[in-house]
């Protein structure tokens, strides 16, 4: 265990987000059984009261944890100095088997916020509580992931060692290995490149069709997901390339760093905030017709849509920059 | 566009019921900003020493040699320089000369080291730290420095130049001497070094130099310069958690000041909330202006206690943080930190003071949101 503030920092918002997510499930699954907007009595009153405070207290957390997730990834960046080995968050995260599960179960945890809080704020738009059986649902789903985040993250930091040499990156993403990252960065370039142009012409249309019509979010939402894997294999494949202006280093964390002027933020940042917008719409989107829904829930599905768009659209942009600024030639 | 007017709307009538019980929220603020100093102080005094230690760094040697003796450190002899500057990769390999020495009359101890070439002192002379002209005072230009080895022994040197403090880190207690008189002072054979540093070119051969290093001479120890980094990020690691884990105490116990206040409502509070429920707000716009009124609090209370902080630690340099962090010694470097603070560190100190604020002082507040306004006026 070393005894790092932003450490402390993370697991204190993971321990809050654990008794939150407790505290909030056991609440749910007594909604999910008893919800009745119809009655009167006692229970239904007091649940919709307690509606109001573990709503509050789920999306405070949520937000943190979206925070975290960033938080994360920017100190196993910094801590990467203390192991032997390490260039990066790689060898920081490689350093024990915890390190990536609990990146990916952060990734999970973020991405489910982030529906969650979409999805609560269409639900307080209607008067009638019109989400709120759907949104407590979602919470007894989110609820073990959480668990499962906070446990992995406590259990990668327990057993960090910094006598343990690690491996860096350059060594995870070669095409030369086995597994996911090595099968990404041996991806030809050209096809990746010409996959990532195609999504965004997809993922941008279907945008601007749901934006149009009020229609076809579900749509927009899946495109979304297939954007972000699309744009996270151009980036091990392609992109890094262009960035460290070297054909053979694939890494998707180096370019978090200084050396590259923290560019990797402006990849990450509006590709994560897009596709989480595009996910919440998709999640909305069959309770459009819902009465108390019907007037208010379009122009704020409009205003998602645009900002998702242009999250995407900024990911597709950022690519182009890098490209046209880069040094290396890779094609002609 | 609506939901934005409302928000704003809202932090207005906040902001107007905050002013009106001034004296409350400001020793609330007040206090909470303590907190945030203290934590604020911890971080920003070790990350500047972490900077302090990595640019000292730079010009350190990438590869040290030490001979091991009885799994003590001993003196090296200088034939090793050529077994090590035959392995590819490694050049200006160097030995140095440096060594403590306790001045009975200060009670200090001085570094005692003979430079590279260009900032060798011609014999007799040595230069000297401001730390070791203060503890000596030699205020006065030409006063020569007398060092004794033992009883009734005393050698001059003239001082040929004094350190300015911005140095001051590194070369406080520093003492410089020519090669001859080193030897002749510490009695140290004509063939003996104290170590051996050379540099390496290439990073990433380090590892591989110092493993055929070791095969060649297996009776010494390799210290590189990232095992130095290493050892000096965890240190203050170490230490800066040790401070914040103490703070975080303090935290706590304001965590349970604020959920108190939260909780125990005054009656003219109660009254306005019931008021307000009166007139047509619900338990969700009265929630978010109490949590607008928590976000002004916090928000109030981390720029005051941040601001104080850098100020605490970049302008007077820390005095309530310094021993703890920095360490002690009789002789100690006068030295201002160089200011810089990054955006992670705001990001985690503003999870770490106004995220248990907020949890602490959520359910008081729905508690008196949710009350019936009869109930409340009462």
Redesign the interface.
């Known amino acids: 265990m070393i005894f790092r503030t932003p450490i402390l920092t993370l697991l204190l918002v993971s321990f809050l987000a654990l008794l939150v997510a407790l505290g909030a499930a056991w609440f749910g699954q007594r909604l999910v059984r008893h919800w009745d907007l119809a009655s009167g009595s006692r229970a239904q009153l007091e649940m919709e009261r307690r509606t109001e405070l573990v709503s509050t207290l789920f999306a405070m957390v949520m937000l943190a944890e979206a925070v975290a997730l960033f938080l994360f990834v920017f100190n196993a960046d910094r801590m990467a100095a203390l192991f032997v080995g390490a260039m990066c968050a790689v060898g920081t995260l490689n350093v024990n088997g915890y390190g990536f599960p609990a990146l990916y179960a952060k990734i999970a945890v973020f991405f489910a916020a982030a529906v969650w809080l979409i999805v609560d704020h269409v639900d307080r738009l209607g008067r009638d509580y019109p989400l709120t059986r759907v949104k407590y649902a979602l919470i007894l789903g989110i609820a073990p992931l959480v668990i499962l985040a906070g446990g992995l993250e406590l259990a990668y930091y327990l057993n960090l060692r910094t006598d343990v040499i690690t491996s860096c990156c350059s060594k995870l993403f070669t095409p030369a290995n086995e597994g996911i990252g090595n099968e990404m960065a041996g991806l030809a370039p050209g096809l990746s490149l010409w996959a990532l142009a195609l999504a965004e012409l997809v993922v941008l249309g279907l945008g601007a069709y749901a934006v149009r019509t009020g229609r076809g979010h579900a749509l927009f939402a899946l495109a979304g997901a297939v954007f972000f894997a699309v744009a996270l294999t151009a980036m091990v494949s392609v992109i890094s390339l262009y960035v460290y202006e070297n054909p053979n280093h694939h890494c998707p964390f180096c370019i978090l760093q200084r050396e590259y002027f923290y560019i990797g933020y402006a990849f990450y940042v509006p590709l994560f905030g897009a596709t989480a917008l595009a996910l919440g719409l998709g999640a909305t989107a069959p309770f459009q017709r819902r009465a108390s829904l019907e007037a208010v829930l379009p122009p704020v599905a409009r205003r998602f849509t645009l900002w998702a768009m242009a999250g995407f659209a900024t990911y597709g942009a950022v690519t182009l920059l890098v490209i046209a600024r880069s040094h290396l030639i890779l094609f002609g | 566009m609506n939901a934005l007017r409302r928000q704003r709307a809202l932090a207005d009538y906040t902001i107007a019921a905050l002013s009106r019980r001034k004296v409350k929220n400001l020793a609330l603020v007040a206090v909470f900003s303590l907190v945030v100093f203290l934590l604020a102080s911890a ?1 920003f005094f ?1 990350s500047a020493l972490r900077q302090e230690a990595d640019a000292a760094l730079e010009g350190a040697p990438d590869l040290i040699v030490q001979q091991l003796s009885l799994g003590r450190q001993a003196m090296i002899s200088a034939d090793l320089i050529d077994d090590l500057a035959s392995i590819r990769g490694v050049r200006d390999v160097r030995g140095r000369l440096w060594g403590y020495y306790y001045d009975r009359v200060s009670g200090a101890n001085y570094t005692v080291m003979v430079p590279e070439a260009g900032q060798m002192p011609p014999p007799g002379q040595v230069i000297i730290g401001e730390g070791i002209a203060r503890a000596r005072g030699l205020e006065w230009q030409g006063a020569p420095l007398f060092l004794s080895r033992k009883q009734g022994d005393l050698n001059r040197f003239d001082v040929a130049q004094t350190f300015e403090s911005d140095s001051a880190l590194l070369t406080a207690d520093l003492l410089l001497m020519n090669a001859a008189d080193f030897r002749a002072f510490f009695s140290v054979p004509e063939d003996m070094f104290t170590d051996l540093a050379a540099s390496v070119r290439n990073p990433r051969e380090r ?1 591989t130099v110092v493993d055929k290093a070791s095969r060649a001479m297996p009776d010494a120890r390799f210290v590189t310069r ?1 095992d130095i ?2 050892t000096y ?2 240190l203050f ?2 230490r ?3 401070m ?2 103490l703070a ?1 105490v303090a935290m706590l116990a304001f965590a349970i000041f604020a959920a108190d206040k939260a909780s125990g409502l005054s009656a003219e509070e109660a009254r306005e909330i019931g008021i307000l429920k009166a007139i047509g707000w619900d ?2 716009d009265v ?1 978010a202006m109490k ?1 607008w009124e928590g976000g002004f609090v916090s928000l109030g209370a981390f720029l005051l206690g941040t601001t104080a902080a850098y100020a605490h630690v970049f302008w007077a340099g820390a005095p309530l943080f310094a021993p703890v962090l920095k360490g002690w010694a009789v002789i100690y470097p006068a030295f201002r930190l160089a200011p810089g603070v990054d955006l ?1 560190e705001l ?2 100190l503003l ?2 003071t106004t ?2 604020y ?2 602490a002082t ?2 008081p507040v ?1 508690r008196a ?2 009350a019936d306004p009869d109930a409340v006026m009462r």
């Open positions: 971080m070790a590892a990232d980094a290493r990020m965890k690691d170490w800066e958690g040790m914040v884990a975080a338990t969700r929630i949590l992670s990001v985690v999870l770490l995220l248990p907020a949890a959520v359910v729905w949101a949710s």
